[in-house]
């Protein structure tokens, strides 16, 4: 599905973050859709290190890029030299900055900022040297506790929403100083969908869900789910969002969600309809108390207007096109365990 009339073959574009969930589904509808554009996916990939969750410490995974016929970098953000080189070596026409530690509950705050804040503000400057438009991954997350989901409100209450909120920040610092190049903030709201397994824990509860269910598990919900409510958005929706995101002259940040708010009660009952196994609920004390988000809903009304942007997928929709995937994901990772 083409979401513009912009013309993407021969352009030079960036991706970072591409061996990740998002980045790596920007890859393929690039690749799909305009198999002339010189696509550069960059990443730092996995390896076995931890941070003090006990989550990895990069989610990268080559098996989101299987297929992918572009160039693969393997690189660190955090790293000046490889950041030089990509300044020199190339010459970008768009970059999407999808590269950062997306682990909300990630404690470490040093690395958190210099990775999502420091390292972006250096990409930032490539684009800008480069005349590149810059889009990138802000988050629902820099609401936090606000009760109101419109950029301007923002209360992050964990240090991943922080960073975000000083992405944003830096970004309409560099705006209003009247730069050449359209810098556009994406607040993607509870993102699902293909390409997202591989993110472990961390992934949304969606496949999570789907797997405890075709295991014949008992899916296991934090106690009072059907009143922890959040806006879940289909990855062709966020897709759809980057690509108008590209029109040229919309600098600003934008919330990409459906506008919807949907219980986790909702994800598990609509998975056991279509999949046709109910084993019930569990519920579990939920451990993030604090710094968790009870209700998130993205007012979407300045994406409409200044994107373009109509989110296609209702939660139902989005489960439904996902479950072929869930299941060749349950035959061929989870099975083999
Ligand atoms: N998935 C969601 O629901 C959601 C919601 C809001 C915002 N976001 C943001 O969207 C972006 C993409 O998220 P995702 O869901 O695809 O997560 P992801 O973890 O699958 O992708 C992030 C990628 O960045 C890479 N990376 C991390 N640190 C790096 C570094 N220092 N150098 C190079 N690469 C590095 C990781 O290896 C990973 O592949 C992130 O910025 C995230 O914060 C995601």
């Known amino acids: 599905m083409k979401y513009t009339n912009i013309d993407f073959n021969n352009k030079t574009i960036l991706i970072t973050g591409a061996a990740g969930f ?30 003090s969750n006990g989550n990895l410490k990069s989610f990268g995974h080559f098996k989101n890029l299987l297929g992918f016929k572009g160039v693969v970098v393997s690189g660190n953000i955090n790293d000046k030299k490889l950041l030089k080189e990509l300044d020199i070596n190339y010459n970008f026409d768009y970059i999407f900055h999808q590269a950062a530690i997306s682990d909300t509950t990630v404690q470490e705050q040093d690395l958190m900022i210099q990775t999502n804040v420091n390292a972006y503000e250096d990409l930032l400057k490539i684009a800008i040297n480069h005349g590149a438009n810059m889009i990138y991954a802000s988050s629902a997350a ?44 994406l607040k993607y709201f509870n993102v699902f969908g293909p390409r997202e397994f591989y993110k472990n824990k961390t ?58 708010a949907r219980s986790f009660e909702d994800i598990v009952n609509i998975l056991q309809k279509e999949l046709e196994i109910d084993n019930g609920k569990e519920y579990i004390p939920n451990p993030f108390i604090g710094s968790y988000q009870f209700f998130t809903e993205a007012n979407i009304e300045a994406s409409k207007e200044n994107l373009n942007y109509e989110p296609q997928y209702s939660m139902e929709e989005g489960i439904k096109a996902y479950l072929p995937e869930i299941k060749r994901l349950f035959e061929t990772e989870v099975k083999k365990g």
């Open 142 to 185: 820099t609401y936090g506790d606000s009760d109101r989901f419109e950029v301007g409100y923002e209360q992050p209450n964990n240090v991943y929403g922080f960073s975000k909120v000083m992405m944003d920040n830096i970004s309409y610092k560099y705006i209003n100083q009247g730069v050449d190049i359209s810098i556009v903030g």
């Open 22 to 51: 998002i980045g790596s589904s920007l890859c393929f509808y690039f690749q799909e859709n305009y198999p002339k554009a010189n696509i550069i996916a960059l990443d730092c990939f996995r390896n076995e290190e931890t941070f």
């Open 203 to 260: 992934a949304s509860m969606v496949v999570q869900f789907g797997h405890q269910i075709l295991k014949g598990l008992t899916p296991k919900l934090f106690e009072g789910s059907d009143k922890i409510l959040r806006d879940f958005i289909y990855i062709e929706d966020v897709i759809q969002a980057n690509i108008k995101a590209c029109e040229p002259k919309q600098s600003g940040v934008y919330n990409v969600g459906t506008g919807k």
